[in-house]
């Protein structure tokens, strides 16, 4: 493919609000699309991966272009990927063939700068997981594969899949995680399937976090943190649309999200509330099962969301520790004596993890621990995630 000229600016305009504004990728490419309707399915293509792989290898790449412009990014990753840079692209540093001369030079140069994360992050990454954190950053930085969750109120797994073949969309299931499917390494989902109520896509790992909650129908159940609403979904198939979910967030933005996609998932006993002042006062003691999906860094979900290292910082990662402990100081009291509770986050970090949930057992003794997990990217493939299940002492055990 051709480095046409009105990509390329596309690709750097991009880039630019995300590097220098702040900007989420996610957001910045969704608008720059919005603002260019004419563009087509490969010209898309094109500045998605441009993008994308320049925010995930931007540290790499600086040091094979010999500058952190965002033009002279394009044109190390452009010439990685084996196209032609045009003539006309100008930026400030090597040329072409000093960049594959300092491609050469790459492996020796320190991790941070092949794995292409800050020097901050790097050394607290190996700090907290030791050995294993080389093994989880070239996972994390690895593309991203689409897993799907079928939502058992409306279809089978069997039929999803026959469903998605007729439409020209190849799955395979996955060992372990019985309502997901993937996507083969490469491929999207076509917005009408993926606006379908019979799938929602969620990591895999993902659906590893809310069976530990370990809910049945009649259960009333709160998602204190619910987001969009992937997890209160998924909640919503295994109680069978019986009883009561209680979905909360602090964001309206995101639970108008989640209205919509409860409405094409046919889940009829989810009650979407915006978390107030009197929230607590009012549903104190209410819940037998509480999901806390705490805010955290993320780290988990790099291969997906490369800008996230980028704009995290120390003193940000601070601030987020410190509301996850008063989130899990608050929220327990919206669960009744013999409930149980589920914290959860999507970030590998220990301090985030098994940090948080032993300083809450330490700090009372209502609570022993159930069953966790540590999902791995470079054991599964998938998105990095922790969950853990707290419950009153003498409540029988969910673990394993």
């Known amino acids: ?152 109120l409306l279809a089978t797994v069997d039929e999803v899949v026959e469903w998605l073949a007729g439409e020209g969309v190849t799955v395979q299931r996955v060992e372990g995680v019985p309502q997901a499917l993937v996507l083969p390494e490469g491929k999207l989902l076509p917005k009408p399937c993926a606006q379908d109520g019979r799938i929602e896509i969620q990591d895999a790992g993902s659906q590893q976090i809310v069976p530990l909650l370990d809910v049945e129908p009649g259960m009333r159940v709160v998602d204190a943190c619910a987001g969009a609403g992937g997890k209160t979904l998924q909640i919503a198939g295994l109680m069978k649309n019986k009883g009561e979910i209680l979905a909360l967030d602090v964001a309206e933005r995101k639970l108008v999200e989640l209205k919509k996609r409860v409405g094409r998932a046919g889940a009829r006993n989810v009650r979407i509330e915006r978390w107030q002042d009197s929230t607590l006062r009012q549903r104190k003691g209410w819940a037998d099962r509480l999901l806390i999906d ?29 509301k996850q402990a008063e989130l899990l100081a608050l929220y327990q009291n919206l669960l009744g004596p013999s409930g149980k509770l589920v914290y959860a986050t999507c970030s590998l970090l220990p301090s985030e993890n098994q940090g948080q949930v032993a300083a809450l057992i330490g700090s009372s003794s209502r609570w022993q621990l159930g069953k966790e997990e540590l999902i791995s990217p470079a054991a599964t493939g998938w998105d990095g995630f922790y969950g853990a299940c707290l419950m009153p002492e003498g409540v029988q055990s969910n673990r394993l």
């Open 1 to 152: 493919m051709r480095v046409h000229r009105v990509l390329a600016e596309g690709c750097a305009g991009v880039l630019k609000e995300v590097f220098v504004e702040g900007k989420v990728l996610d957001r910045a490419l969704d608008e720059s699309f919005r603002a260019n309707p004419k563009w087509g399915k490969r010209d898309r293509g094109f500045i998605a991966t441009t993008v994308f792989e320049v925010t995930r290898w931007r540290r790499s790449l600086a040091f094979v272009a010999d500058g952190d412009a965002v033009e002279a990014l394009c044109a190390a990753q452009w010439r990685r990927g084996g196209l032609e840079v045009p003539d006309w692209w100008q930026w400030k540093g090597a040329d072409l063939a000093d960049m594959a001369a300092r491609e050469e030079e790459l492996p020796g140069q320190p991790r941070a700068v092949r794995e292409s994360v800050p020097d901050w992050l790097d050394a607290l990454g190996e700090a907290e997981l030791g050995e294993a954190w080389d093994r989880e950053l070239a996972a994390l930085n690895r593309r991203a594969r689409i897993f799907l969750r079928v939502n058992p």
């Open 294 to 322: 705490a805010p955290c860094s993320g780290l988990g979900t790099l291969k997906r969301q490369p800008d996230l290292k980028w704009r995290l910082t120390r003193a940000g990662l601070e601030k987020i520790k410190r």
